[in-house]
């Protein structure tokens, strides 16, 4: 994933003033700007030297030529093509060394970060785009149960069989937590169905090439898992860490035309991921998990139409929330938190009552042609004055980290006896259910009976506070 080199160099038409001002907003280093053009001109000279050299090699080629034909002696001009082609040999090969430095360097700069994006690198200051709730419903704190203790209630997962199979963040669903989030895995796949999403379920691994120009370099140490290492790198695999990764990488050197776009894949994948910088956050059951099923838009576009797509792809992610009857914020991102493809990045973060927080299930990312030019995506028709290669923009989008979803789901739908379903995950469930009773009583040691309540005895507060939630709830869906 890079910028143009072209970029970079004035008198080829770029503009480093810009790509120097980008990097400022993300709070990333402006001096590597001019570190990646006297890398370029320290390349070029070298290319040029090489160039050179062929051009002494052809006339001693021909010096060569007429001697052996006037039957002279050539000893001399052997000689000097032999030491010329040794010269251009290491030139060649130290050229080649410089240009995938370069590449490396290139591949540290981000992206254009869009004018509208919030400038700073602390994340308390995203902006606030837009919120929504349910007619009635009171977005506030309760005294209810976390997410993770409504698993456990309606005996939906067991957490500790799985870390016993799996290790940290392990999980086995089981019964109707299974099924609530295979509902979830449905809903999502019809809803993109109904607007014409092609559905494509890509495969869960990865070679290291196209990984590589798809993914950053941090992620293969802090979130990709290595599948195969047989000592060929060429033949390393990868698990992905989203949909997004393969379908990126499904049209790899092909050349789109108008009537080819835009391309809208509605992708399904189990994702693995290390999470190995979120050690200790959000523990709690199924919300930050190493394996989790998600629905993710990806959408190929004309460049000229895609902010148009990521506004669209924003929509989806909030009638798909609304019609979940769950309360979230739209927040843009702050530039200094934007990862290197993203031009501009908008979450949708959803209402957790009992921690009394939103937090993110959806993160929808522009960026441009970042990807595509990594993955030599190319665009438009071919030309013989093309001074400038064009390519596709491409943008991706969460609809649903199922896991993550279910968690929010149980928080918000919970009574003091069970679950009630969202009704549009109803007819998606054996039977068509509306509610989901509570089977087990929660361990004495459980998060929220810290204060020494057991399950039963939580009767004051949090009835009265579920028994507001049923009754909005139940306005919402009549």
């Not at 509208?116 to 704190?141: H, M, Q, T, Y």
């Not at 086995?172 to 809903?187: F, S």
């Not at 607007?195 to 941090?218: H, I, V, W």
């Not at 108008?258 to 994948?269: A, N, T, V």
Request: with cysteine; charged share 30%; glycine share 6%.
């Amino acid at each position: 994933m890079v910028l143009d080199i072209q970029d970079f160099i004035t008198e080829r038409g770029g503009d480093p003033k810009k790509i120097r001002e980008s990097q400022r907003r993300r709070h990333a280093p402006e001096s590597v700007v001019d570190d990646i053009i006297a890398m370029w001109e320290d390349h070029r000279k070298t290319n040029y030297a090489a160039t050179q050299i062929s051009a002494q090699i052809n006339a001693t080629q021909k010096e060569l030529g007429a001697k052996k034909k006037a039957k002279q002696d050539a000893t001399e001009e052997m000689k000097k093509k032999v030491d010329l082609e040794k010269e251009k040999k290491v030139l060649e090969d130290s050229a080649k060394e410089k240009d995938a430095m370069l590449q490396k360097k290139l591949k540290t700069v981000g992206n254009y970060v869009h004018d509208s994006v919030p400038v700073s690198d602390n994340e308390d200051n995203n902006a606030l785009i837009r919120k929504w709730a349910p007619e009635g419903f009171k977005v506030e704190k309760r005294d209810c149960l976390s997410h993770h203790e409504v698993l456990t209630r309606i005996n939906g997962y067991d957490p500790g069989r799985g870390v016993k199979v799996a290790g940290h963040r392990g999980y086995c669903l089981i019964d109707d937590g299974l099924l609530l989030n295979m509902a979830l895995v449905n809903y999502g796949l019809h809803f993109l169905r109904q607007k014409k999403y092609k559905l494509c379920q890509p495969p869960y691994f990865m070679l290291r090439e196209p990984m590589a120009k798809t993914a950053q370099l941090e992620q293969f140490d802090e979130e990709l898992y290595k599948v195969t290492d047989d000592g060929t790198a060429a033949t390393d695999k990868y698990l992905i860490a989203t949909s997004e990764q393969p379908i990126s990488a499904m049209h790899a050197d092909e050349w789109l035309q108008d009537k080819d776009l835009p391309i809208k894949y509605g992708g399904y994948s189990t994702n693995f991921r290390k999470e190995a910088g979120s050690h200790g956050k959000d523990a709690w059951g199924t919300y930050r998990v190493h394996q989790f099923e998600k629905i993710e838009q990806f959408i190929f576009t004309k460049p000229e139409k895609s902010w148009e797509a990521f506004d669209y792809m924003v929509a989806n992610s909030e009638e798909f929330y609304k019609s979940l009857g769950l309360p979230y914020q739209i927040v843009a991102i702050v530039s200094g938190a934007l990862n290197n493809a993203a031009a501009k990045k908008y979450d949708l973060e959803a209402w957790f009552p009992y921690q009394g927080e939103y937090k993110e299930l959806v993160s929808c990312s522009n960026c441009l042609d970042y990807q595509s030019r990594a993955l030599n995506i190319r665009y438009g028709p071919k030309t013989q004055l093309e001074t400038r290669k064009n390519y596709v923009h491409a943008l991706n989008s969460t609809l649903t980290a199922t896991e993550r979803t279910l968690c929010c789901v149980l928080e918000n739908y919970q009574t003091e006896d069970g679950v009630r379903v969202p009704e549009v995950l109803r007819p998606y469930m054996p039977g068509n259910p509306e509610f989901i009773p509570f089977m087990k009583d929660l361990p004495k040691d459980s998060t929220s009976l810290q204060g020494g309540d057991d399950s039963k005895g939580k009767k004051g507060k949090v009835e009265a506070a579920m028994g507001q939630v049923t009754e909005k709830i139940a306005q919402l869906k009549s």
